[in-house]
């Protein structure tokens, strides 16, 4: 009788609470999902080569995962919050969960101990969830949106600790109206107020503008709206229901066709945001389409700032100023240009009382210049700086809109929550030193990946404007929190904006607008399969026949160019041949543990596939990094002995145990990643954007000879948290994850091709599910809506 594939019993690890990676986490004591995710193993034995329980510990992003540009100007804060008691409130009005939206609420930790928050999510109409977290220390956290309130939800966020210094901003991902494209990001604001500014306004063609309110009080709030316009102020009112949150479409309030700025009052203290979204016809012809919000501005003053600007091709920057007042104002301008680009620049602009007037940039200082604009006023006054782009950079081509609200004075100390380095992202710094002396400055990265970064110190010339590429100077897929801390000097002015290839990074929203389908669009033929042909028998009762597994192998053949075994011995040894006759490559397995004897005889067989070139690429173990089971040099010296033989030699083990095993990855001809969004929780709508957040760690520590070797979603089984087993879901995601593969060249190997009835009593329910053939070898009907014959 052929030997039998081992069992393993993995050791049982607990996540702790900790922060996420940038698109994924499961807090398990917590059941709620954010971007940085793990999920327990499985204490039950089970067959080593095909049960797939990988913990994932940390993924990249934010993200990580869209099919669009963004650029979110973000503001940051300069002070630490008001407090209440002794906890700290942060708030956010706007969020929106419904389809083609993901929203996340980034956290960073700049204190030496680990903090916890509270975050209360209250709904539009009243209801509520709640839930805790854990930042670590020096770190920065985030909280998938979507994963803890559901979906289809208009929620506002109330996050509150005892740790004061916390920074804390909301990054959302969208497809707005099924084609509008992007991303916007704000500060959460410090406190309530009766009274919220807002200078930006545009009702014209292809904009759609609203107004967010939170109102947290246990009475309702009445609302009242002064809208200045270029030719005067116009009043609208409403109402948000206690414990609530409303939003209010500021076309259907103020009418089409209006530039406004906005004076908004409550009878209650509340929050307000203000999202627009945009199809815009660009200066040079193009048009661009996203969306950008900020949040809304508790007073005016007599002087406001902005660090980042430009005139350069591909940007359009304008300011629009508002006067709530009822007496004419002057406002003043002096626009900086960045090294070399020519002296400040100087202009008045009238503001006529209760009016709002737009100042396009580029007439005012020319075309292609990098500027920072300090405005002043004796009268107390706001602005914003929107700002439309399309231009390209090192390879990536970007699209969208930012918008900020000026600071009304420069800052020793300021934090930005959000971050990203990863693939098809770009995050960059702007500088401003407004005083008459050289400043310096101290820039300290947060990261979830590796905690708190090694802190670099700059200088700024007096009266000059620096710009510092955080890709290169944070490093490479990260999610990043930054401090920027003055340390000689009188102040200095930061903003940080973030831009991403939308034809290049699959948005974990990208999806949204097809929520609806209950298949995908076909997506075609497979680039590699994981094999087993153990459909209902238990390998550990007998073995297959041979005119079977030739049978099952000739059956995917007509649909994956690669085929992946797990073992070397018995039937397994006779799977190359039988796939080369299909007319498929193969990826060969051995089946090794913690037994050393029966590791010696298959590490032998699979070396002597390796060198009678039966098989095309060498898989030595699977999880066996994951389960404990051998040390490292042991396994570096199984992997030797097989790469001997002259053919691509690596083993197969979860995504993050590659990250913390640098030798072995060296050792390895091909870096096999494990990625399982279902096991960590993840929901489908964001499980393609998590492998490829993960896929993006692991490339950037390995480069080009990372394959994700095994990858998949059951079509059955129990609920993990926000994951939905199921054929609907399962070829969602096949179909979206194939797409993300083929469009970035990304080799893989799908889990896996049959049903494996056997399967239930060590995985739970889900583990007689992975196929995309049922245990009767039948094609399922969902699946054959996705793959196409090759």
Request: glycine share 10%; with cysteine; hydrophobic share 40%.
């Amino acid at each position: 009788m052929a030997k039998q594939l081992q069992l393993k019993t993995p050791s049982r690890r607990y996540p702790e609470c900790r922060m996420l990676s940038g698109a994924t986490d499961t807090l398990l004591e917590m059941n709620l999902l954010a971007r940085d995710t793990r999920k327990p193993g499985n204490d039950q034995d089970k067959p080593r080569a095909r049960s797939r329980i990988a913990m994932g510990r940390r993924a990249a992003a934010v993200a990580v995962v869209l099919a669009v540009v963004l650029a979110a100007s973000i503001g940051g804060f300069a002070a630490a919050p008001a407090s209440a008691g002794s906890r700290t409130n942060w708030y956010f009005a706007e969020g929106y969960t419904g389809g083609g939206f993901q929203e996340y609420i980034c956290i960073a930790n700049p204190d030496a101990t680990a903090a916890t928050v509270s975050g209360e999510f209250l709904f539009n109409g009243g209801g509520s969830v709640s839930r805790s977290f854990t930042i670590n220390a020096q770190s920065r956290f985030t909280i998938d949106v979507n994963s803890v309130v559901g979906a289809g939800k208009e929620v506002s966020a109330v996050m509150t600790s005892d740790h004061p210094d916390l920074a804390t901003e909301r990054p959302i991902y969208f497809n707005y109206s099924g084609g509008l494209v992007g991303s916007h990001c704000v500060t959460a604001a410090p406190a309530l107020s009766r009274t919220w500014y807002f200078a930006e306004g545009y009702t014209g063609p292809g904009f759609d503008e609203y107004v967010c309110v939170l109102n947290p009080n246990p009475s309702a709030a009445s609302l009242t709206f002064k809208f200045q316009t270029v030719t005067g102020q116009e009043v609208r009112g409403g109402e948000v229901p206690a414990m609530s949150r409303a939003t209010f479409k500021v076309n259907d309030l103020l009418g089409a066709n209006r530039e406004s700025s906005l004076a908004l009052s409550s009878s209650q203290p509340v929050v307000a945001e203000r999202p627009m979204y945009f199809s815009y016809t660009s200066s040079w012809g193009a048009t661009l389409t996203g969306g950008h919000c900020v949040m809304g501005a508790t007073g005016l003053s007599g002087s406001r700032f902005f660090a980042e600007g430009t005139t350069r091709a591909g940007f359009d920057e304008w300011l629009t100023l508002q006067n709530p007042g009822t007496c004419a104002i002057t406002v003043s301008a002096t626009y900086q240009m960045g090294t070399g680009q020519g002296a400040p620049v100087t202009r008045a602009y009238q503001v006529g009382a209760l009016q709002r007037r737009t100042v396009p940039v580029a007439l005012e200082v020319g075309r292609g210049k990098d500027v920072s604009v300090l405005l002043s006023s004796s009268a107390p006054f706001l602005a914003e700086r929107p700002m439309y782009y399309g231009f390209s950079h090192s390879g990536l081509d970007f699209q969208g809109a930012s918008c900020a609200l000026g600071s009304p004075a420069a800052s020793t100390d300021k934090y930005f929550a959000e971050g990203y380095t990863g693939q098809f992202f770009e995050q960059w710094l702007c500088l401003q030193n407004t005083s008459t002396s050289d400043a310096a400055v101290e820039i300290t990265y947060m990261t979830q990946e590796r905690g708190a970064l090694g802190a670099k110190t700059i200088t700024i010339g007096a009266g000059q404007r620096v710009t510092v590429f955080v890709n290169d100077d944070a490093g490479p897929n990260l999610q990043v929190s930054t401090r920027v801390r003055v340390v000689k000097g009188t102040g200095v002015m930061s903003e940080s904006s973030i831009y991403f290839d939308k034809t290049r990074w699959p948005m974990p929203c990208s999806s949204g607008a097809q929520s609806a389908k209950t298949v995908p669009v076909p997506a075609g033929s497979l680039y590699g399969l994981c094999f087993s042909p153990y459909l209902v028998q238990d390998p550990s009762q007998g073995v297959v026949a041979t005119s079977t597994v030739s049978s099952l192998i000739t059956g995917v053949a007509k649909y994956s160019g690669w085929i992946r075994t797990f073992g070397s011995e018995g039937e397994w040894g006779e799977m190359p041949a039988q796939a080369r006759s299909a007319g498929m490559q193969v990826a060969g397995g051995c089946d090794i543990y913690t037994d050393l004897g029966r590791n010696a005889s298959e590490v032998a067989a699979l070396t002597a596939q390796a060198r009678s070139r039966q098989i095309d690429m060498a898989v030595v173990g699977d999880e066996v990094l994951l389960g404990n089971a051998l040390p490292e040099d042991q396994m570096i010296s199984y992997i030797n002995q097989v790469k001997a033989a002259g053919i691509p030699t690596g083993t197969s083990d979860s995504w993050d145990e590659w990250l913390s095993h640098p030798r072995l990855m060296a050792a390895c001809d091909v870096i096999l990643i494990n990625v399982y969004p279902y096991w960590e929780g993840c929901s489908v709508e964001t499980a393609v954007g998590r492998v490829a957040d993960y896929y993006r760690q692991v490339k950037a520590a390995a480069g080009n000879k990372t394959v994700i070797i095994e990858t998949g979603w059951p079509t059955g089984g129990e609920v993990k948290e926000s994951a939905v087993p199921g054929a609907a879901n399962a070829a969602r995601f096949l179909s979206e994850f194939m797409w993300w593969a083929n469009s970035s060249a990304v080799p893989y190997f799908y889990f896996e091709a049959y049903d494996e009835l056997w399967k239930a009593s060590r995985e739970g329910a889900c583990g007689r599910y992975w196929g995309l053939w049922d245990e009767n070898a039948r094609l399922k009907p969902e699946i054959a809506a996705v793959l196409k014959p090759r």
